[in-house]
């Protein structure tokens, strides 16, 4: 079983390693490396799932009749309905054809890159600069006076970089190993 402790050097784990001043052991590498793995498709899964409804108006959060092949906005409804101290900023956003085929292009980029375990770098650092601006547009919160699901998860995203969750249940050992990823590791 091979996991990394620094961001290039693997180390080899012969079994659970206690936790300073813990009772019991930690959990085992292993099963970290799934909770990685699993963490990492599902919000693979969330990212492409809203590429998904958004295109097709698959009726979930977008209704067919919205549907960006039928010439529906992705961005439109959203952002159209902004309240907070960013109104202007996205009203002024909501509807562009460039925003629309940015935000799409990477709803689909990070749900398939994270899907897959590769480049979880790149979609980390794009998920949540997405997160961010989602966040900005969610202001006021409702039910919250500063948390909600995309600081969560934007965190997460930025756990699943530093782990190189691409790793466990993905392509990213193989992705590792290709020439290009070997000489620029930010594509990790």
């Known amino acids: 079983m091979t996991t990394s402790s620094s961001h290039d050097a693997p180390i080899r ?20 490396q799934y909770v990685l793995g699993l963490l990492r498709l599902a919000l693979g899964w969330t990212f492409l799932w809203a590429f998904l409804d958004k295109t097709f108006g698959l009726g979930y959060a977008t209704p067919s009749e919205n549907a960006w092949i039928d010439g529906g906005s992705p961005t439109t409804g ?3 309905g902004v309240e907070g101290p960013f109104k202007g900023f996205f009203e002024d956003l909501a509807g562009n054809t460039w925003v629309d085929w940015l935000f799409m ?6 749900g398939l890159a994270l899907m897959l375990g590769i480049g ?3 979609a980390a650092v794009a998920g949540v600069l997405m997160l961010a601006m989602m966040y900005m547009a969610s202001l006021p919160l409702d039910t919250n006076p500063f ?42």
Request: positive net charge; without cysteine; aromatic residues 6%.
């Open 13 to 32: 784990n012969t079994g659970p390693e206690p936790v300073v001043g813990a009772a019991t052991p930690d959990v085992r590498p292993v099963a970290l």
């Open 78 to 80: 959203f952002l159209s």
């Open 105 to 110: 292009i990477g709803l689909l980029g990070i």
């Open 120 to 122: 979880v770098r790149v």
């Open 147 to 188: 948390m909600d699901e995309h600081i969560t998860e934007a965190l997460m995203l930025i756990v699943l970089a530093l782990t190189f969750s691409g790793r466990y249940l993905g392509l990213g050992r193989l992705w590792e190993r290709l020439p290009l990823v070997q000489k620029n590791r930010w594509l990790v």
